[in-house]
Each structure stands twice: as structure tokens, then as C-alpha cells.
């Protein structure tokens, strides 16, 4: 699985947020998962199953994307972030 | 080449005074400006990357990351932090309005990686947001500088 953390430039807060998602997967034992960073005009070069992203980028997504995507409003809450990360994963699990 | 980045006590501004937000990234990236890391060029580029991209970098409730790309203007990695006096509104429907402005200037891709995780460990315990907030003084901003470069100690 693959899950890319979108922001407008790709060296902070998405950088950010895939520190905080790589942490929850760790602790949750899901250390195969791989999280990469992306910003928002490279994002149809960088294939994921997950991205994940902030409202304001959000409405800009490629509209295909778009059913794949988290909208965070807190990139440093980890509870917050864990709790719109994990069903999101369990949907594709199970498909 | 950098060193090992860390967060002086000079770069850490509690209680400080915006009228607006660009004035809010004016004032939390003196300190960097000052101590010559980065050039008012870094300013200006962190401020039109908001116009540009919108208010997404207020990427939790009070809290915005001033950033630009890693450019010539970056002389040095680092960051700095303010808390503001009098909060401001960057625009962002559920986050605003914004009393902590994290700066971040990198010089590449990767040079201010092990800096922005110790900051966001710091980040993400809400206590440390909290005493962050309450802090007034210079021996609280020494205090809150220590705990950041020192990790999770």
C-alpha cells in the first residue's frame, strides 16, 4: 500500500504529516506501508492509494483522485490523523 | 554544508505583535532574517506562496508554517517560532485564527528534516502547545528551545 502526504510545495507540511502517519503505522505494526510526499502539481506523476491533503488543496485535486483522499484539518493531531488514516485502510483492505 | 540545525532562543518571539498575517510571517521570520539565514527574499517567497496556494499552511487550529522552497535565500537551515499577542486570520475556514507561526527555511529537500521532526513531536503533545501558548518570558522561551532540540528527552 501506498499512501503520499499532498501539499502545496512537498517540503513541509505534507512533509509533516507523513512524519505523523509513518509514526501511527509504526505503532500499529503496519511498517510496510509506504508514505511519500508530493506537492499538489506532481500529483498525477505519483501514483498512490491514499493521499492524503488539506481542504484548501483538496478542492483543487484531480477530480479522479479525489474519492482516494483524506481532507485533514490538523496535520500535527496524531489522534486525529489516525482516526481518518484508519478507516480509510481498512476500506481498501477489505476490497 | 549545514550542521546539525537547532532552534536558538533568539528564534523563539512569545507574545508578539501582527496586525495581519503577512505581518505575522514578517515578525516570526525576523529572528532568521537577523541572524542572516535567511534574506528578506524568503520572506516575500512565504508570503506569496499563501497568495498563491492559499491559507492551507495553517495546518492545525492556531497554528501556521510559514515555508517557501528551498532557494539561494536560504543562507542557512532553521526555524523559528512565534506566539502572537493578538491572533490573526490567514484566511482558513477551519483554522483561523491563527497565535502560533511555525518558520521553516531549508537550504535543500532534506536539510531540515531532523530538525522538523523534533519540532513536531513537540507539536504534537498538546500539553507542549498549551505551556507554548502561556509562555511569556525569555526563560520560558530558553526552556521551550531546550526541549525542542533536545527530542523526546
Given at each position: 500500500m501506498k499512501i503520499i502526504a499532498v501539499c502545496?510545495?512537498?517540503?513541509?507540511s505534507s512533509v509533516i504529516a507523513k512524519m505523523n502517519i509513518e509514526s501511527i503505522l509504526s505503532e500499529e505494526g503496519k511498517d510496510e506501508v509506504d508514505v511519500d510526499t508530493v506537492d499538489l502539481g506532481s500529483i498525477r506523476s505519483a501514483p498512490a492509494d491514499i493521499y492524503v491533503t488539506t481542504r484548501e488543496l483538496f478542492e483543487d485535486f484531480p477530480e479522479e483522485d479525489k474519492e482516494k483522499t483524506i481532507v485533514l484539518?490538523?496535520?500535527?493531531?496524531k489522534n486525529d490523523i489516525k482516526a481518518h488514516l484508519d478507516p480509510k485502510m481498512a476500506e481498501l483492505e477489505n476490497k | 554544508m549545514d550542521t546539525d540545525p537547532k532552534l536558538s532562543v533568539d528564534e523563539v518571539q512569545l507574545k508578539a505583535h501582527a496586525s495581519n498575517w503577512e505581518e505575522a510571517i514578517q515578525v516570526a521570520a525576523k529572528p532568521l532574517v537577523d541572524g542572516k539565514k535567511i534574506t528578506n527574499d524568503y520572506v516575500t517567497a512565504m508570503i506569496d506562496s499563501v497568495k498563491k496556494?492559499?491559507?492551507?499552511?495553517?495546518?492545525?487550529?492556531?497554528?501556521a508554517l510559514g515555508h517557501a522552497r528551498p532557494?539561494?535565500?536560504?543562507?542557512q537551515t532553521g526555524f523559528a517560532i512565534a506566539t502572537l499577542a493578538e491572533p490573526v486570520k490567514f484566511g482558513n475556514k477551519d483554522n483561523d485564527p491563527v497565535d502560533l507561526v511555525v518558520i521553516l527555511a531549508s537550504t535543500?529537500?532534506?536539510?531540515h528534516l531532523s530538525l522538523l521532526q523534533k519540532i513536531v513531536m513537540f507539536l504534537n503533545d498538546s500539553q507542549n502547545l498549551e505551556t507554548l501558548r502561556c509562555a511569556k518570558t525569555r526563560e520560558d522561551a530558553k526552556h521551550i528551545a531546550e526541549q525542542i532540540n533536545g527530542g523526546d528527552q
Amino acid at each position: 500500500m501506498k499512501i503520499i502526504a499532498v501539499c502545496g510545495l512537498g517540503v513541509g507540511s505534507s512533509v509533516i504529516a507523513k512524519m505523523n502517519i509513518e509514526s501511527i503505522l509504526s505503532e500499529e505494526g503496519k511498517d510496510e506501508v509506504d508514505v511519500d510526499t508530493v506537492d499538489l502539481g506532481s500529483i498525477r506523476s505519483a501514483p498512490a492509494d491514499i493521499y492524503v491533503t488539506t481542504r484548501e488543496l483538496f478542492e483543487d485535486f484531480p477530480e479522479e483522485d479525489k474519492e482516494k483522499t483524506i481532507v485533514l484539518t490538523n496535520f500535527v493531531d496524531k489522534n486525529d490523523i489516525k482516526a481518518h488514516l484508519d478507516p480509510k485502510m481498512a476500506e481498501l483492505e477489505n476490497k | 554544508m549545514d550542521t546539525d540545525p537547532k532552534l536558538s532562543v533568539d528564534e523563539v518571539q512569545l507574545k508578539a505583535h501582527a496586525s495581519n498575517w503577512e505581518e505575522a510571517i514578517q515578525v516570526a521570520a525576523k529572528p532568521l532574517v537577523d541572524g542572516k539565514k535567511i534574506t528578506n527574499d524568503y520572506v516575500t517567497a512565504m508570503i506569496d506562496s499563501v497568495k498563491k496556494l492559499g491559507p492551507y499552511i495553517v495546518i492545525a487550529p492556531g497554528l501556521a508554517l510559514g515555508h517557501a522552497r528551498p532557494s539561494e535565500a536560504v543562507h542557512q537551515t532553521g526555524f523559528a517560532i512565534a506566539t502572537l499577542a493578538e491572533p490573526v486570520k490567514f484566511g482558513n475556514k477551519d483554522n483561523d485564527p491563527v497565535d502560533l507561526v511555525v518558520i521553516l527555511a531549508s537550504t535543500s529537500d532534506t536539510a531540515h528534516l531532523s530538525l522538523l521532526q523534533k519540532i513536531v513531536m513537540f507539536l504534537n503533545d498538546s500539553q507542549n502547545l498549551e505551556t507554548l501558548r502561556c509562555a511569556k518570558t525569555r526563560e520560558d522561551a530558553k526552556h521551550i528551545a531546550e526541549q525542542i532540540n533536545g527530542g523526546d528527552q
